[in-house]
């Protein structure tokens, strides 16, 4: 399996930032995609996800109504866009993606991650 994301940098305090991951190599019946992301001295944490089955959506109490996960299962791509970003946002993007069935069980053991991408948001 294998993730590639694409779409960080920096940015200002208030602009926008999209950032895109495409996936290939898995056979999942239903999956997840997401987002995670790791700021500087803190633990790794979720941002967003999709569901393949229903397009069903999670998000972070933090980025609800900022941002806005969006998911294309005819090329397996997924996307987040990000507007009024906050220099908390800073961190380091993972998209991931996982067996839906094992998504539900709040199990990362089996998921697949790509190399990240950084996201710099200055004040």
């Known amino acids: 399996v294998q993730l590639v994301e694409s779409g960080g940098g920096l940015v200002q305090a208030g602009g926008s930032l999209r950032l895109s991951c495409a996936a290939s190599?898995?056979?999942?019946?239903?999956?997840?995609i997401g987002w995670f992301r790791q700021a500087p001295g803190k633990e790794r944490e979720v941002v967003s996800w999709i569901s393949s089955k229903d397009a069903s959506t999670g998000y972070a109490d933090s980025v609800k109504g900022r941002f806005t996960i969006a998911s294309d299962n005819s090329k397996n791509t997924m996307s987040l866009q990000m507007n009024s970003l906050k220099p908390e946002d800073t961190a380091v993007y993972y998209c991931?993606?996982?067996?839906?069935?094992?998504?539900?069980?709040?199990?990362?053991?089996?998921?697949?991650w790509g190399q990240g991408t950084r996201v710099t948001v200055s004040s």
């Open positions: 190599g898995f056979d999942f019946e239903n999956y997840v």
């Open positions: 991931l993606i996982e067996d839906e069935y094992l998504w539900m069980t709040r199990s990362l053991d089996f998921a697949y």
